[in-house]
Nanobody
Framework: VQLVESGGGLVQPGGSLRLSCVAS????????MSWYRQVPGKERELVAR????????NYADSVKDRFTISRDNTKRTVYLQMNSLKSDDTAVYYC????????????WGQGTQVTVSS
């Protein structure tokens, strides 16, 4: 099982980034996919989630109307489009896969750093 994130980096406030997470080793379409983020000294927080077939999404209040989560089950990939980035968005972003039925089955990626700074 692997979740490999990419797309992080340094961006100025107001800029945009798109994160990608490519999955392998499990039935991607059976899993809800999420993006979490974490800064040092704080708990990991849910940023956005999309259901297994992409029919429903939900977002943290802090990113609503700025971030968009999407998935392509044919490419086994989940995306996070991040617009109007703020310094508070600086964090390590992690991809998570959670089985749609068996909620004790979940996988994590290694994380990708996003830094918003001028």
């Amino acid at each position: 099982v692997q979740l490999v994130e990419s797309g992080g980096g340094l961006v100025q406030p107001g800029g945009s980034l798109r994160l990608s997470c490519v999955a392998s080793g499990f039935t991607f379409s059976s899993f809800d996919m999420s993006w979490y983020r974490q800064v040092p000294g704080k708990e990991r927080e849910l940023v956005a989630r999309i259901t297994s077939l992409g029919g429903r999404t939900n977002y943290a209040d802090s990113v609503k109307d700025r971030f968009t989560i999407s998935r392509d089950n044919t490419k086994r990939t989940v995306y996070l489009q991040m617009n109007s980035l703020k310094s508070d968005d600086t964090a390590v972003y992690y991809c998570n896969a959670l089985h749609m039925n068996w909620r004790n089955i979940n996988f994590w990626g290694q994380g990708t750093q996003v830094t918003v700074s001028s």
